[in-house]
T-cell receptor
Framework: GAGVSQSPRYKVAKRGQDVALRCDPI?????LFWYQQALGQGPEFLTY????????KSGLPSDRFFAERPEGSVSTLKIQRTQQEDSAVYLC?????????????FGSGTQLSVL | SQQGEEDPQALSIQEGENATMNCSYK?????LQWYRQNSGRGLVHLIL?????REKHSGRLRVTLDTSKKSSSLLITASRAADTASYFC????????????????FGTGTQLKVEL
C-alpha cells in the first residue's frame, strides 16, 4: 500500500478483555516496530521485527503483551487481560532496511482505551 | 525509557516568526532524526543528521548537532499555522545495547503552536 496502515483506529475494551491490533507495513519493508505512546509523551519502544524474526522485545511491559509477524509482512500486537494502564496509542512503523540511517514510516496508530 | 529530552515542552509563536526546539540525549549516536506529529496522527520524518555533521538544511528547516554536548536543535524559519504540531528528536542505537537494527529512541517532544 501507499503507507503503513493500522486497524482498528480506535478500540475500547473492558478491563480483562483481550485485544488484537493489526499493522500492515509498506510492502517490501524489512523492519517493523511497535511503539506505545502515552498522552503528551514521546513514543516508547515495544518490539522490533526484521522480516519474520522478532529480534528485540525488550520494551514489552509484561508477558500480557505478545507480537507476531509470521510471514514477514503483516504484524499483530496482542494484549491479554487488558488493564487500565494499557490505555495508550499504539503506533506501528516500518522501514525499508535495517541500517542505522533508515527513516521510519509510521501508521496513524490505534488508540486503545481500557475501561 | 526516553533517550532525549526536548526543550521547551511547549512553544507558542506568531505566524512568520522562527521556532527553535532543542533536544538533549544521553548516549553516543550515529544519527539523530527529527519527526513531526500532527494531533491524532502518526509521526512523519523531517530530517536526519549524522554524527559527523554539524548542521543540515532542508527547506525551512535547519538542524544542528553538537555531539560533545549531546544536543541538537531544530529551527523552523518563517513559521506557518500548518507547522502546528509536536516535534520529536530520535536517536539510534549504534552499539546494539538494546537489540540493534535501526531502532529509534524518541524524546519527550515539543508542542509547537503557531498562531495567525
Amino acid at each position: 500500500g501507499a503507507g503503513v496502515s493500522q486497524s482498528p483506529r480506535y478500540k475500547v475494551a473492558k478491563r480483562g478483555q483481550d485485544v488484537a491490533l493489526r499493522c500492515d507495513p509498506i510492502s517490501g519493508h524489512v523492519s517493523l516496530f511497535w511503539y506505545q505512546q502515552a498522552l503528551g509523551q514521546g513514543p516508547e519502544f515495544l518490539t522490533y521485527f526484521q522480516n519474520e524474526a522478532q529480534l528485540d522485545k525488550s520494551g514489552l511491559p509484561s508477558d500480557r503483551f505478545f507480537a507476531e509477524r509470521p510471514e514477514g509482512s503483516v504484524s499483530t500486537l496482542k494484549i491479554q487481560r487488558t488493564q487500565q494502564e494499557d490505555s495508550a496509542v499504539y503506533l506501528c512503523a516500518s522501514s525499508k532496511g535495517n541500517a542505522a540511517n533508515e527513516k521510519l514510516f509510521f501508521g496513524s496508530g490505534t488508540q486503545l482505551s481500557v475501561l | 525509557s526516553q533517550q532525549g529530552e526536548e526543550d521547551p515542552q511547549a512553544l507558542s509563536i506568531q505566524e512568520g516568526e522562527n521556532a527553535t526546539m532543542n533536544c538533549s540525549y544521553k548516549t553516543s549516536i550515529n544519527n539523530l532524526q527529527w519527526y513531526r506529529q500532527n494531533s491524532g496522527r502518526g509521526l512523519v520524518h523531517l530530517i536526519l543528521i549524522r554524527s559527523n555533521e554539524r548542521e543540515k538544511h532542508s527547506g525551512r528547516l535547519r538542524v544542528t548537532l553538537d555531539t560533545s554536548k549531546k544536543s541538537s536543535s531544530l529551527l523552523i524559519t518563517a513559521s506557518r499555522a500548518a507547522d502546528t504540531a509536536s516535534y520529536f528528536c530520535a536517536t539510534d542505537d549504534p552499539l546494539g545495547r538494546t537489540g540493534g537494527g535501526n531502532k529509534l529512541t524518541f524524546g519527550t517532544g515539543t508542542q509547537l503552536k503557531v498562531e495567525l
